[in-house]
């Protein structure tokens, strides 16, 4: 599906248009763009560890950073959109020896911490869309999305914070006697952040401040091929970016990203080819700034022996030791 709609935009683009562009972009623009998405990683990287680290205190802030990275690296060539990285992570951890449900648990709550900061940046961009839309009907479709969005905003935030809410959900879930012992032990370990609503807010906050990266890849990179966007149209576009890429039908959103991207600013009044060159340029300075996974992929033990002080400090080992009836590996 990458390779035919990648083919199928390619296709279109006006080559002696885009060329030059190419050709005159500033190396230090490159730089910033490899610089912002190495942040992003890192600050991901992070927020994860945050969330992680009130259930199991063992792994290290450098030590989640290179799980992240690899895990970011080797999940990419996964057609499974966002769940690609997870599942490496978790298998990793595994192998480091914290207990699976702990970092299942860790994973979902900060997928869910990103869900709420996606659907806040949703609002915020497709309301920014409806003010700057050239077309009645775009507008309309974008603020009918923002107000979709908020709902969605509202009831994922009741959902978590409202302890009736989370009890409903399980009853629902709990089809069967062996489903409701899965879940006990994970919503046991996942009671940990109930008393946590300062670490959850910083970390939505920390979730928001990520998924602008977009935002500011947009703005810097099309600065550097001399085709300057506005910031509005970045925030207006940055959604679209952030919910096609999370999707599990294709390599990292390839194709599928840059073919809505490209849509969403020829229908602003952008020039095609200049939209998919900029497209195109970020994915590549996107796959540069994960090469450092790739090393540490490399120089990972394949038997998964990592365990050691600098992953597993001496300090105590949190609520997962407490929780889960079992040795780690």
């Known amino acids: 599906m990458s390779v035919g709609v990648l083919a199928l935009l390619f296709s279109r683009v006006d080559w002696a248009r885009a060329v030059p562009l190419l050709l005159n972009v500033h190396p230090l ?75 299942l648990v860790s994973i979902l709550m900060e997928r869910y911490m990103g869900l709420l900061a996606t659907l806040t940046l949703v609002v915020i961009g497709f309301a920014t869309l409806a003010a700057i839309a ?87 990179g099309s600065r550097a091929l001399g085709t300057p966007l506005p910031l509005a149209v970045c925030v207006a576009v940055a959604p679209v970016i952030v919910v096609v890429t999370r999707l599990p039908i294709s390599y990292g959103g390839l194709g599928l990203r840059e073919g809505s991207a490209a849509a969403l600013l020829v229908a602003l009044g952008y020039d095609y080819s200049e939209s998919l060159v900029l497209l195109m340029l970020l994915f590549v300075m996107f796959f540069v700034s994960l090469l450092p996974g790739a090393v540490i992929f490399k120089r990972s033990p394949p038997d998964g022996k990592i365990v050691s002080d600098t992953f597993f400090p001496a300090s105590g080992s949190g609520v997962g030791d407490d929780v889960r009836g079992e040795k780690g590996v």
Not at 33 to 56: E, G, N, P, T
Not at 141 to 170: K, N, Y
Not at 188 to 201: F, P
């Open 29 to 103: 623009a490159l730089v910033a763009l490899v610089a912002i998405y190495s942040a992003d990683r890192v600050l991901m990287a992070l927020k994860w560890h945050q969330l992680l680290h009130v259930l199991d205190t063992r792994l290290s802030r450098p030590a989640a950073v290179r799980v992240y990275y690899e895990s970011t690296f080797v999940g990419f060539a996964m057609p499974l959109g966002g769940l690609g990285p997870d599942i490496v992570r978790y298998v990793r951890l595994r192998r480091h020896g914290i207990p699976s449900h702990v970092t």
């Open 134 to 220: 050239p077309e009645p009907a775009l507008a309309r479709f974008a603020r009918v999305t923002a107000a979709g969005a908020l709902v969605g905003v509202l009831v994922a935030t009741a959902a978590l914070l409202v302890p009736a809410a989370r009890r409903t959900a399980r009853r629902l879930l709990a089809k069967s006697e062996r489903l409701d012992e899965a879940l006990r032990k994970h919503t046991t370990v996942a009671g940990a952040y109930a008393s946590r609503s300062g670490v959850l807010a910083v970390n939505f906050a920390l979730s928001l401040l990520e998924q602008t990266a977009p935002i500011w890849t947009y703005w810097v």
